[in-house]
T-cell receptor
Framework: GAGVSQSPSNKVTEKGKDVELRCDPISGHTALYWYRQSLGQGLEFLIY????????KSGLPSDRFSAERTGGSVSTLTIQRTQQEDSAVYLC???????????????FGQGTRLTVV | AQKVTQAQTEISVVEKEDVTLDCVYETRDTTYYLFWYKQPPSGELVFLIRRNSFDEQNEISGRYSWNFQKSTSSFNFTITASQVVDSAVYFC????????????FGTGTRLLVSP
């Protein structure tokens, strides 16, 4: 597609349920990032993929959070046993990461607004 | 460790005023990239500019200009003759290009431009 696509755009779930958030990056982009943005706050780094590998998982808040990427394309962020503090907008971004800095800029999707009730 | 500091939490100006958003970064790496993003009320993050660590030339794009100074580890963003449509949260970000990469954002500066 033309841009980064995230689904669903909104998700309301009950506390304790599992949720899956999907990200379709821009075709050909090798790098993929997940961030979390709580209301009125900055961007909290969650995880970074290079191809299908996740060399940096340091931002995942707990073992309830996991992510995978298949075929160097689509990524899924899974939150198990959701808690109210998980409520936030989850943003996905992708970049080309070409040589000499070209393509290092990340392009963001519109995010998934997760509400845990 | 990488860190980006945007000390200004919120700035309010009146239309047509010039405004500068500050960004200070920390990194031990010699190769890195700096970015500015705009997040309007709609929520989507919009890429504005990339600057690499070897290029200290300032850049101007219309009413926007960027001042990169390695000596002070700063990458400031100036909007000239601000407009109401400039109202948004602006984020500065840092990317290190050595092995695995982590794109780190500052906490953002909320700019309010009133008519």
């Amino acid at each position: 597609g033309a841009g980064v696509s995230q689904s669903p755009s909104n998700k309301v779930t009950e506390k304790g349920k599992d949720v899956e958030l999907r990200c379709d990056p821009i075709s050909g982009h090798t790098a993929l990032y997940w961030y979390r943005q709580s209301l009125g706050q900055g961007l909290e780094f969650l995880i970074y993929f290079q191809g299908n590998s996740a060399p940096d998982k340091s931002g995942l808040p707990s073992d309830r959070f996991s992510a995978e990427r298949t075929g160097g394309s689509v990524s899924t962020l899974t939150i198990q046993r959701t808690q109210q503090e998980d409520s936030a907008v989850y943003l996905c971004a992708s970049s080309l990461q070409g040589r000499g800095g070209v393509g290092t800029e990340a392009f963001f999707g519109q995010g998934t607004r997760l509400t845990v009730v | 460790a990488q860190k980006v500091t945007q000390a200004q939490t919120e700035i309010s100006v009146v239309e047509k005023e010039d405004v500068t958003l500050d960004c200070v970064y920390e990194t031990r790496d010699t190769t890195y990239y700096l970015f500015w993003y705009k997040q309007p009320p709609s929520g989507e993050l919009v890429f504005l500019i990339r600057r690499n660590s070897f290029d200290e030339q300032n850049e101007i794009s219309g009413r926007y200009s960027w001042n990169f100074q390695k000596s002070t580890s700063s990458f400031n963003f100036t909007i000239t003759a601000s407009q109401v449509v400039d109202s948004a949260v602006y984020f500065c970000a840092l990317l290190i290009n050595t092995g695995f990469q982590k794109l780190v954002f500052g906490t953002g500066t909320r700019l309010l431009v009133s008519p």
